[in-house]
């Protein structure tokens, strides 16, 4: 079984909540992930796209075999500003992606008194996020097409392509202003090990698109 993705707006102050876009809340020991890059001859660490934050209590009855942890935090960061029609120092396009282009990290318990909002800004202090949208949980068919946790990719190639591997994330195209090409498809997979162990750090990104 997988879980199903659901985003909607929301007036509900989201912090410490499963939420897509707006700003991570994160531990004061955990640092906002940064890729390096380079551009006009210059190398700078420029920061991931914050995606999604996922309190596990959230998915926890969707999740029997325990395939995910069932407390804490999971985040996820990606380099697509490209695909939310940003100016972007990379290109990630499909097939495999490089290491470090997407970013999973997990802590093991939420305290609303000691995290904190990363806020990014411009250079005129204007905020840079996207409007933080509510997520929800429902469970649906493993094979699901739309942007879900756990299952199997829609895409058979990302199967073919990425054998021993685990969906951990699909990304549905159209999800909250994105585009990934004619209908594309970001995965995040773990092979089987790295999944059961929590090597989140581990994680590998592919793309494919009809």
């Known amino acids: 079984m997988a879980i199903k993705i659901n985003l909607q707006e929301t007036e509900t102050e989201l912090f410490c909540s499963s939420k ?26 420029y920061p991931l796209t914050f ?10 009855p969707l999740d029997p075999e325990g395939k995910l942890p069932h407390q804490g935090m999971l985040y996820v960061f990606a380099a697509i500003d490209e695909y939310l029609d940003y100016d972007a120092p990379y290109h990630n396009g499909l097939g495999e992606w490089a290491r470090k282009m997407v970013v999973v990290k997990y802590t093991k318990a939420i305290n609303m008194e000691t995290f904190r909002s990363a806020i990014l800004v411009d250079d005129q202090d204007q905020p840079l996020t996207q409007q933080p949208l509510k997520m929800t949980f429902e469970a649906c068919k493993d094979n699901a097409d739309c942007t879900k946790l756990l299952g199997t990719p829609f895409f058979e190639e990302v199967e073919r392509e990425m054998e021993g591997c685990q969906n951990f994330l699909q990304i549905d195209s159209d999800t909250a202003g994105l585009r990934f090409y004619d209908e594309g498809m970001l995965n995040l997979l773990y092979k089987n090990a790295d999944l059961a162990a929590g090597k989140w750090k581990l994680v590998k990104a592919y793309m494919a698109s009809c």
């Open 51 to 60: 995606v999604c934050q996922i309190d596990c209590e959230d998915i926890a």
């Open 20 to 45: 897509w876009w707006g700003d991570p809340d994160l531990p004061a020991d955990m640092e906002y992930p940064t890729v390096q890059v380079t551009e006009d001859g210059e190398t700078f660490d």
